[in-house]
């Protein structure tokens, strides 16, 4: 898995693309996809000018999580809530999502 580097925020990130992720995390790209719309205002995947989705790891450790949850039968709509709770706990004015869940993955969520 190469990926591509970006400048982000004056920092240089490895990026990668779905079909790279796809294949890191074990899920198929449209179970991805699904995932983005599903979560719509919570999971948000960056893009290129083009229009490509691209993921740094903070997306990936995200996806993951969402992959884990779902493991556990969790239905989108719990997962969505849990998301939502998590992104509110530290809620920062100004602050871009991704930014806000890198604040926060090593966060641990309490599954049962």
Known sequence: MKGLLIMKDNQILRAYSIKEVSRRINVPAGTIRQWEKDLNG?????RSKQGARFYTEVEIAILKRIKEMRDKNLSKEIIKDMLQKHLNQEKQPVMEPWRLWKNHLNLRWKIS
Do not use: F
């Open 42 to 46: 919570v999971l948000i995947i960056p």
